[in-house]
């Protein structure tokens, strides 16, 4: 089993750079104009849990971005997905 050392000297530097990108991604959406966008709130609250000392971050991250709607839409106006969820 690998140790904390060995997973920060394979990683780590990755990690660096997604943490990086998405501080720049952050960065150019409060340089620009606009409303206010429930994607970039998700995001936001995300954050906290990235920070939190859990074992379960990964799933925590993911389900905080997650669509909880128990029925599914009448019909997609675009193909693809928005990444979280719309508030009703």
Do not use: C, E, N
Not at 58 to 69: I, P, Y
Request: aromatic share 6%; net charge negative; glycine share 4%.
């Amino acid at each position: 089993m690998p140790t904390k050392q060995d997973l920060l000297d394979l990683q780590f530097i990755d990690a660096r750079h997604k943490l990086i990108d998405l501080a720049a991604f952050l960065d150019r959406i409060d340089r620009h104009p606009g409303a206010a966008d429930f994607r970039y709130a998700a995001l936001q609250a995300a954050i906290p849990i990235l920070l939190a000392a859990r074992p379960d971050r990964a799933r925590a991250v993911l389900d905080a971005l997650s669509d909880h709607s128990p029925d599914p839409i009448p019909k997609a106006t675009f193909q693809g997905a928005l990444g979280a969820a719309q508030p009703a």
